[in-house]
């Protein structure tokens, strides 16, 4: 059942005998304020825009998010700061409104670079921009705007509804511009825009299968319709180490595009409307075939030292790279959205006997993931989440939630002490890895999740101790 339904919070509520209080939705709080102002645009100091995109330049979020190609960069710099008149033409305001997504999302990305406080102010610059562009037709520039909006949203701010919004926009951008299909593809030889076009399609195809096991929601992008062959020399770079070399530049993408595939697989089998008509030997069925594919791709992306172990047999200075603790999310993620589809089955809804084993096991198998996913916060410093705060964040709330749930449902497994002790760590790391520059606009949005954290861990104790009186009454 929903974990915020009105029958899971009666649930919750039977289960620890106390009224809940979880803090209020995350999607309610105060959002930027994205009304289109028609003010003169003043660009940035061009001094700051050059020294911002030699940090972007020399650092490793360049290639893990391939947003910006140097040579097509350099001509739309170009075109913001050239002179025009009024009417402005749409090629140079797409080229300002580009600038004004770079300099938001560089904010998140080096909070103590110049003028990094004007992050907002930057984002509802090329907000305004792009709400005017979008009964235009498709370029380049929007649709690295959009694609900059949204991961500023997520890495500053988890605004989910302007997210949602911004994914339709930049799924209608790389349709219009053919970045579904594979350049390679083409009869002519493939230009710089067009490869560049299918890095962003990989990107935008990424955000959107995310949000789409977040929200339930249809996805923007349909793989029917689109070429999903990998990009050239794709296995190859993923496999250099990181920080990569300052020479290099094949994009390396920060979310291994095979795993966004499967999660393609993940949503239309096991949450989408059809798959709810499956028996329960179809839906155990389609687990266990993607847990295999899961399986697999771990098997091909965390070679070696990246193998993903048990986190309490790690030590505290073994704290993986960006990349490889990235891709163990994805993976404990990934297993525990997979398993928990089993509470789908009629068998665990009625509490049937005859298939209850299968459904069982999966169950466990998804607790032991998340159980995991929220230890590996113990092997990040908290540092290492600035500027990915929200994304990591939905990572661990939602496995917080499994944690929960299955404390709940066995107070009295000898796992429950030390699972509550986990979801207080959760709580802790939450405002600590949020980091002490967050935004005006964000900061309630983090005391929000904070305070559901902690909310989880206070009623897994009363769930323990109304157990504990239970049993002592008998």
């Not at 997520?154 to 594979?182: C, E, K, M, N, W």
């Not at 070429?227 to 920060?254: A, M, N, Q, V």
């Not at 009629?346 to 995991?372: F, H, K, P, Y």
């Not at 944690?403 to 600590?432: M, R, V, W, Y």
Request: charged share 20%; net charge negative.
């Amino acid at each position: 059942m929903p974990f915020f339904s009105p029958g899971g919070r009666e649930w919750v509520q039977a289960r620890t005998g106390t009224d809940i209080v979880f803090p209020g939705s995350l999607s309610k709080m105060p959002r930027l304020n994205y009304l289109v102002d028609k003010s003169p645009i003043t660009m940035p100091d061009r001094a700051v825009l050059d020294n911002r995109l030699t940090m972007f330049k020399s650092s490793m979020f360049r290639q893990l998010f391939p947003l910006l190609e140097a040579e097509i960069f350099r001509t739309t710099i170009y075109m913001a700061y050239s002179q025009s008149h009024s009417p402005m033409p749409l090629n140079i305001m797409s080229a300002k409104m580009s600038v004004f997504a770079f300099m938001a999302y560089t904010s998140s990305l080096f909070p103590g670079a110049k003028e990094a406080e004007n992050g907002d102010f930057y984002a509802l610059e090329a907000q305004r921009l792009l709400s005017d562009l979008v009964h235009h037709p498709a370029t380049i520039d929007g649709l690295q705007t959009a694609l900059l909006l949204i991961l500023y949203r997520q890495s500053t701010f988890g605004d989910l509804p302007s997210v949602d919004a911004l994914i339709s926009t930049a799924s209608r951008f790389v349709y219009s511009l053919g970045g579904h299909i594979s350049p390679g593809s083409l009869h002519n030889p493939p230009s710089r825009h067009e490869w560049h076009c299918r890095n962003l399609f990989w990107i935008c195809h990424n955000i959107d299968r995310k949000l789409c096991l977040r929200t339930g929601r249809p996805p923007c992008i349909n793989d029917s319709c689109c070429d999903l062959s990998l990009p050239e020399h794709y296995i190859d770079s993923i496999k250099r180490e990181l920080p990569p070399s300052p020479g290099y530049s094949e994009p390396i993408f920060l979310i291994d595009i095979r795993l966004s595939l499967i999660e393609s697989h993940i949503f239309v089998e096991l949450y989408a409307p059809p798959a709810r008509g499956k028996s329960d030997a179809e839906l155990l069925r389609t687990i266990r075939n993607l847990d295999t594919m899961v399986e697999e791709w771990k098997v091909l992306a965390l070679k070696d030292d990246r193998e993903t172990l048990p986190f309490e047999q790690k030590q505290a200075h073994d704290s993986p790279d960006l990349q490889t603790a990235v891709l163990n999310m994805q993976y404990l993620y990934s297993v525990a959205t997979i398993h928990q589809a089993t509470t789908g089955c009629r068998a665990w809804i009625e509490d049937q006997g005859c298939t209850m084993e299968g459904v069982n096991s999966s169950l466990l198998i998804s607790v032991e993931a998340s159980r995991q996913l929220l230890r590996l916060i113990n092997t990040l410093p908290a540092s290492s989440l600035e500027g990915g705060f929200w994304f990591s964040l939905f990572f661990f709330l939602s496995a917080g939630v499994v944690l929960f749930c299955n404390i709940l449902n066995s107070p009295d497994s000898p796992n429950t002490q030390g699972d509550i002790l986990i979801l207080d760590a959760l709580a802790a790391h939450i405002q600590e890895g949020s980091g002490r520059r967050a935004s005006p606009q964000a900061q309630p949005k983090i005391d929000n999740a904070g305070q559901f954290a902690a909310e989880l861990g206070k009623l897994a104790r009363c769930a323990v101790r109304k157990a504990q009186m239970y049993r002592q009454s008998y």
